[in-house]
T-cell receptor
Framework: SQQGEEDPQALSIQEGENATMNCSYKTSINNLQWYRQNSGRGLVHLIL?????REKHSGRLRVTLDTSKKSSSLLITASRAADTASYFCALPNTGGFKTIFGAGTRLFVKA | DTEVTQTPKHLVMGMTNKKSLKCEQH?????MYWYKQKAKKPPELMFV???????INESVPSRFSPECPNSSLLNLHLHALQPEDSALYLCASSQGPLGLAVDRDAHGTQYFGPGTRLLVL
């Protein structure tokens, strides 16, 4: 069954540094999404990347997708304290009828 | 308006109580979702409503009862809950149900509410 595995589980960096988090999955997908969740709040959609795309940008976010390796990465450049949150990759399940969330990476950006 | 609202924000209930969680969206979305999230875990899907009909029930215990009165509203009725049901309950909506061949990408993007923090004593 489809499953997203993320690493690292937790990441602590200084403000201004870049943060990279990775997501690997098992079965082929049409798209992959990244969401952010601030502590105890709802999730916010960040980026959707299609299976025929290799890279996508949105402001300070860069997402890559390597379908041959079944993996994606989210890069946050010039991080800010406000980027402190949990980041989840999200994949359609086999059959595509629901979304499966990865375990998440907890990012802490120190001011 | 790209907002999904949820009420209440916090709820404390005893195991014999009956309560309801409410979710509302005015984006014209035709799919709505309930998720349960425990601390430091990803959201886990509970129910999916597609065009106001229940399309997915992830083997959720019957003490959770979803209801979709109309295309903008989603309720989750709670009865005889257990302490282990304490969690953050998230509602989400998307333009359309997943699995449709038409515009899978738009349908896949979900908009989440802020959640209801539930504590069962």
């Amino acid at each position: 069954s489809q499953q997203g595995e993320e690493d690292p589980q937790a990441l602590s960096i200084q403000e201004g540094e870049n943060a990279t988090m990775n997501c690997s999955y098992k079965t082929s997908i049409n798209n992959l999404q990244w969401y952010r969740q601030n502590s105890g709040r709802g999730l916010v959609h960040l980026i959707l990347i299609r299976s025929n795309e290799r890279e996508k940008h949105s402001g300070r976010l860069r997402v890559t997708l390597d379908t041959s390796k079944k993996s994606s990465s989210l890069l946050i450049t010039a991080s800010r304290a406000a980027d402190t949150a949990s980041y989840f990759c999200a994949l359609p399940n086999t059959g595509g009828f629901k979304t499966i969330f990865g375990a998440g990476t907890r990012l802490f950006v120190k001011a | 308006d790209t907002e999904v609202t949820q009420t209440p924000k916090h709820l404390v209930m005893g195991m014999t109580n009956k309560k309801s969680l409410k979710c509302e969206q005015h984006m014209g979305h035709r799919a709505m979702y309930w998720y349960k999230q425990k601390a430091k875990k990803p959201p886990e899907l509970m129910f999916v409503y597609s065009y106001e009909k229940l399309s997915i029930n992830e083997s959720v215990p019957s003490r959770f009862s979803p209801e979709c009165p109309n295309s903008s509203l989603l309720n989750l009725h709670l009865h005889a809950l257990q302490p282990e049901d304490s969690a953050l309950y998230l509602c989400a909506s998307s333009q359309g149900p997943l699995g449709l061949a038409v515009d899978r990408d738009a349908h896949g993007t979900q908009y989440f509410g802020p959640g209801t923090r539930l504590l069962v004593l």
